[in-house]
């Protein structure tokens, strides 16, 4: 089993900054991404970005140029720097992981509980 532990959430006007971490802990394998999800009231999850343990990464179209992720693999943390906030921007956002012991073992799917991002005028 792995743990993920999410930080870095709260309220900020629009044009404003959060960083979110995401701590990974337990049966921890080296093929992983780990990412960010995100849900507001009343619609689908939707991809915000991740990133491979190689660096890759990948971003949703609303978020690009005003989101970076990256991560310390040493503390098997993932990090969300989120610029330019917009209303819009507001949701729970999820942590998630995904990893696999080796390229032949399946994949396990590991959620973090969520943590508000609220961008108010």
């Known amino acids: 089993q792995v743990q993920l532990v999410e930080s870095g959430g709260g309220l900020v006007q629009p044009g404003g900054s959060l960083r979110l971490s995401c701590a990974a802990s337990g049966s921890i394998f080296s093929i992983n991404t780990m990412g960010w999800y995100r849900q507001a009231p009343g619609k689908q999850r939707e991809l915000v970005a991740v990133?491979?343990?190689?660096?890759?990464?990948n971003y949703g179209d609303s978020v690009k140029g005003r989101f970076t992720i990256s991560r310390d693999n040493a503390k098997n943390t993932v990090y969300l720097q989120m610029n330019s906030l917009k209303p819009e921007d507001t949701a729970v956002y999820y942590c998630?992981?995904?990893?696999?012991?080796?390229?032949?073992?399946?994949?396990?799917?590991?959620w973090g509980q969520g943590t508000q991002v609220t961008v108010y005028s």
């Open positions: 998630n992981r995904k990893q696999r012991k080796s390229p032949w073992n399946p994949q396990y799917d590991y």
């Open positions: 990133i491979s343990s190689g660096g890759s990464t």
